[in-house]
């Protein structure tokens, strides 16, 4: 199966601002996907990431507030924009062929101040 | 975001024993795959089923796919301290436009040695 790497592995950040994620996946694959994971929650699906087009947001999702880009078939990148403490969350990066589990990377922890 | 009812919420069982876990959901899935999560890290793919009525084992673990394509059952057998984790089942339609899973709640398990 594929190895997603994510950068950074955690950060801590000022309210206000905003910090994109990195999802690199070692070999090209079909379909990108990143989830929330709030304190002790389980997993929910912000978007996949559509390589040359526009993410495909879920409800409760916005462009605005969670920019995605897939410019290729390895790589996509999340961004949290004017984070306030509510975002403080696991983001986690997903990678699967059509119709194939979709294997994660270890998440971005995200606290916001 | 939609979920799958996972019980029980939570286990602690001794060393040696055997551990079992269901998933429920009100849809119909036509895939439905089990996932760990340890602490600090993303979830692992444990077992996926494809078919209604379907019984896959990956070593000690057993996982059935039900037959109403409603449920799905986990179960360990003879449990180690190494299966301390999060199991989180995650159903999808394959075959569609769309690769989603939904999550479930999780199962939080706890071995004692």
């Known amino acids: 199966s594929a190895v997603i790497s994510q950068k950074p592995s955690r950060d801590i950040c000022q309210r206000g601002t905003s910090l994109t994620i990195q999802c690199q996946v070692d070999?090209?694959?079909?379909?990108m996907f990143w989830y929330r994971q709030q304190p002790g929650q389980s997993l929910t699906l912000i978007a996949t990431?559509?390589?040359?087009?526009?993410?495909?947001?879920e409800s409760g999702f916005v462009i605005d507030k969670f920019p995605i880009s897939r410019p290729n078939l390895t790589f996509s990148t999340l961004t949290v924009s004017n984070m306030s403490p509510e975002d403080s969350s696991i983001y986690l990066c997903?990678?699967?062929?059509?119709?194939?589990?979709?294997?994660f990377g270890d998440g971005t922890r995200l606290s916001i101040l | 975001g939609q979920q799958l009812n996972q019980s029980p919420q939570s286990m602690f069982i001794q060393e040696g024993e055997d551990v079992s876990m269901n998933c429920t959901s009100s849809?119909?899935?036509?895939?439905w795959l089990w996932y760990k999560q340890d602490p600090g890290e993303g979830p692992v793919l444990l077992i996926a089923?494809?078919?209604?009525?379907e019984l896959t084992s990956n070593g000690r673990l057993t996982a059935q796919f039900g037959i109403t394509r409603k449920d799905s059952f986990l179960n360990i057998s003879a449990s180690i301290p190494s299966d301390v984790g999060i199991y989180f089942c995650?159903?999808?339609?394959?075959?569609?436009?769309?690769?989603?899973?939904?999550f479930g709640t999780g199962t939080l398990l706890a071995v004692q040695p």
């Open positions: 997903s990678a699967s062929e059509r119709n194939q589990p979709q294997h």
């Open positions: 070999s090209q694959v079909t379909m």
């Open positions: 990431a559509n390589q040359g087009s526009e993410a495909t947001y």
């Open positions: 849809s119909i899935f036509n895939t």
């Open positions: 089923l494809y078919k209604a009525g």
């Open positions: 995650a159903g999808s339609l394959y075959g569609g436009a769309t690769n989603k899973l939904i």
